[in-house]
């Protein structure tokens, strides 16, 4: 059967849409991995038009990101005047990862693609890797390896295959969603809320906690403005007192007392009666 993009996108939107991320942790580190090399990647992306995401989940997958390994197979043989001797062989000598970049590209013609969809980004993944998976009816552990959409089955060598056996590589498809959010807009407090049934649940709690917070902070306040209000008449007692006092010295050695003098013995007057009443307050208490 020819696995073409027509009569395989919608398998792959189908599966896209239902992913669960498993190894949340480790795809989040791929993903910063490859952010690391977006320079170089956006380099090629300039030079062919493959999307710079897709070119940098491919070397992850071939060459764990490293520089010196060509993006055909992961075979470290930049600036070595070595040529490649995996599948596909006898490419190069390549004197830097740029130049080798381009070269697995156009083996594949992607340079000729248009329509650079999430579908045709995992759908070129899995064809630049090859569709032996599809042949054994399960799905690509280069794809979905990290995912609950792949349990086993991988082939350990070049055309050998094992039924029981597990990619302990993570697939494309769960890195390719971290990097999509990473790089993406920023969405707002309201729409991430929204989407997540389990935050929305946290967000009423904690408005709920404010808000009883709040109400007590008034409560007490309240309470306690009213106790300040009530010592008023007792303060303005001492204040006539205390001021009339000054002014009749003032009077007496005819002494003009300014009016900053006054102000000041008057608020020391509130402050004395103030803490008079809150320490007979925590006495009773």
């Given amino acids: 059967m020819k696995y073409t993009f027509a009569n395989c996108k919608d398998d792959i939107a189908k599966r896209w849409a239902a992913m669960r991320i498993t190894r949340a942790a480790e795809s989040d580190a791929a993903a910063r991995k490859i952010l690391k090399g977006r320079k170089q990647y956006e380099a090629v992306e300039s030079a062919t038009g493959v999307p710079w995401q897709w070119i ?21 043989i930049i600036g070595t005047g070595k040529k490649t001797t995996l599948i596909p062989a006898g490419r190069g000598p390549f004197k830097d990862w740029h130049s080798a970049a381009i070269d697995a590209i156009k083996i594949k013609g992607l340079e000729k693609i248009k329509d650079w969809s999430i579908e045709q980004q995992l759908y070129q993944l899995e064809r630049f890797n090859g569709f032996g998976y599809r042949g054994k009816g399960v799905p690509s552990a280069y794809i979905w390896s990290g995912t609950d959409q792949y349990v086993r089955g991988k082939y350990i060598r070049d055309k050998v295959w094992s039924a029981t056996a597990v990619d ?22 309201r729409e991430t809320v929204k989407e997540s049934p389990s935050l929305r649940m946290m967000f009423n709690a904690l408005l709920a906690g404010i808000t009883a917070a709040v109400l007590s902070v008034i409560q007490w306040v309240g309470e306690w403005a009213g106790w300040l209000v009530s010592l008023l008449p007792l303060a303005a007692e001492d204040v006539s007192s205390a001021v009339g006092s000054l002014r009749s ?37």
């Fill in 56 to 76: 940098g989940l491919s070397h992850l997958r071939e060459a764990n990101c490293d520089f010196r390994g060509v993006l055909h197979n992961g075979e470290k």
């Fill in 168 to 189: 302990k590589q993570l697939g494309c498809a769960p890195v390719l969603k971290r990097l999509m959010q990473m790089t993406g807009p920023r969405k707002t407090v």
């Fill in 249 to 285: 010295m003032g009077e007496y050695v005819d002494v003009d007392i300014p009016i900053k003098i006054l102000l000041g013995v008057a608020v020391t007057c509130i402050i004395l009666v103030f803490r008079r009443q809150l320490e007979a307050k925590r006495s009773e208490a």
